[in-house]
């Protein structure tokens, strides 16, 4: 299971992978950095995200991850542990698209090798104006139609996350069950709700 596409760091304007109706979704750039600082140091955001998304989430931080994180090539074959891709969030602009943030794939292994984590995040700014769902949706369908081995995607949501709940259901994912205290966050035990997508059940894929 292969993707042709390939993240860049340059200050050029990288090849768009997706462009939907209000955004694109396109490799990062470390000029996306101070955007990602901007978004990424709000405690309503880092709440909701693995405690390796910084808290505080500096400009330091951004450019790391652009740098060595979301620099992976996506043409290496899907690997067992760590993140495979990561993309940003771009509301259009004339320089390439205004990031305000991420989405990307975690790869699961042994006898779950085909299935793909989905994770992704907005900025508290952009919160309720249907980003994520239109992002998701097409991601999710994105992953489906590059990765045909895959025959389920899945998304882990923390308790209390009710907005990215939505954000799945909308998107097609079935709420499939709870990991009950399976989070430590900021000092407080919170329960793990998952969400699946099989292929089948992917909206608008062909095939």
């Known amino acids: ?5 390939t ?9 768009v992978l997706l462009t939907l109706p209000r955004l694109i979704i396109r490799p990062c750039l ?3 950095a101070p955007f990602a600082a901007h978004h990424g140091n709000d405690p309503a955001v880092s709440q909701n995200m693995r405690d390796t998304f910084p808290n505080p989430y500096t ?22 542990e760590g993140i495979l891709l990561n993309y940003a969030l771009c509301l259009p602009s004339a320089s390439g698209g205004e990031y305000i943030g991420g989405i990307g794939l975690k790869p699961l292994n042994d006898v779950e090798a ?37 025959l389920r995607l899945e998304a882990r949501v923390h ?3 009710g907005g990215s709940e939505a954000v799945l259901r909308k998107a097609g994912y079935q709420k499939e ?15 793990m709700v998952l969400h699946g997508m099989l292929r089948e059940e992917c909206p608008g894929l062909k095939g």
């Open 1 to 5: 299971m292969t993707s042709a596409t």
């Open 7 to 15: 993240i860049t760091t340059t200050t050029t304007n990288p090849p």
């Open 30 to 32: 470390l000029t996306d």
């Open 59 to 80: 400009f330091q931080d951004a450019e790391y991850f652009i740098t060595n994180i979301a620099s992976e090539t996506t043409s290496a074959p899907l690997r067992p």
């Open 114 to 150: 085909r299935t793909i984590e989905v994770g992704y995040w907005i900025g508290r700014e952009h919160w309720g104006k249907g980003y994520a769902t239109e992002a998701v949706g097409a991601f999710s369908r994105w992953a489906f139609e590059t990765f045909p081995d895959v």
């Open 159 to 161: 308790e209390g996350n």
């Open 177 to 191: 069950g709870v990991r009950r205290k399976a989070v430590w966050k900021h000092g407080r035990a919170l329960d």
